[in-house]
């Protein structure tokens, strides 16, 4: 029998551990709750918050954006990234184009999407998609031009079509850079969806974070950044999940696995 404690177990105590020292910190050193709430504020506004519906009506609004952006700005990632890996014309003309975008802040461009798309969920779904859009697109190009040219060559000479190369040797070697570009995909359609909801909306839990601030309710702030940062973390989750299934012939994701496995025994 193993003596170590489970890993699981470990982490819940260190966050009971933090939760602690913040409570004992504010209460010790007097801090106004307008500046440091404690954690039961934060617990009690959180209770408040869910118990009377109010999060759940702004939280499911924010994940259909998200998930809505996340998919679109997917979509052309992909559409695009795969274009400009396969086809130097196709590079030549879109590629510049798609650098000047990267390289524009994506906070400085948040209200002309809301004066474009207008106040309601459109706006969010745009902002997200286009924060989502370029990390992953590098990524496509990267990893579909990663692919062995000797192997490449080598399925030529055995009159292999470009669909078959393609299928067969390009895209397995892309889809570990691809499965990287979603994770970080994922977290970024979040965070266009919150900054869109800071410029102009009608309902979000990022609404819902000004309409605090104005009232300056920061323990609600507080419990509104929790809910956001576990939204944040199942759905980076959900990613590396499916990262799992797609990639079970990957032998870093096997050793992941293994690890995993073994911490939950230790």
Do not use: C
């Amino acid at each position: 029998m193993s003596a170590h404690v489970p890993r699981g177990i470990l982490r819940a105590l260190l966050v009971v551990g933090f939760l602690l020292v913040w409570e004992a910190a504010t209460r010790l050193l007097d801090i106004p709750s307008f500046i440091l709430p404690r954690p039961t504020a934060v617990g009690f506004a959180l209770y408040n918050g869910f118990a009377s519906t109010l999060y759940f009506e702004h939280l499911g609004v924010t994940l259909a954006e998200t998930l809505a952006g996340f998919f679109f700005g997917t979509l052309l990632a992909l559409l695009l990234g795969t274009g400009i890996a396969l086809s130097r014309r196709v590079e030549y003309f879109l590629y510049p184009f798609i650098v000047m975008f990267q390289s524009m802040p994506k906070v400085a461009i948040a209200p002309l999407i809301v004066i474009w798309f207008g106040l309601g969920m459109a706006s969010k779904v745009a902002q997200a998609a286009f924060t989502a859009f370029f990390p992953l697109m590098v990524n496509t190009i990267a990893g579909l031009r990663s692919a062995d040219e000797d192997r490449v060559a080598l399925m030529r000479s055995l009159s292999a079509t470009e669909v078959q190369i393609f299928t067969m040797l390009r895209l397995p070697s892309a889809l570990p850079f691809i499965m990287a570009g979603l994770e970080i995909a994922m977290v970024l359609s979040l965070i266009g969806a919150i900054v869109a909801e800071f410029v102009g909306a009608q309902k979000g839990l990022g609404l819902l974070i000004l309409t605090m601030t104005s009232s300056m309710d920061v323990a609600g702030q507080f419990s509104v950044l929790l809910v956001l940062s576990v939204l944040g973390l199942l759905l980076n989750s959900a990613i590396v999940l499916l990262r799992r299934k797609v990639l079970f012939w990957d032998r870093s994701q096997r050793q992941d696995t293994e690890t995993t496995v073994k911490g939950s025994v230790l």
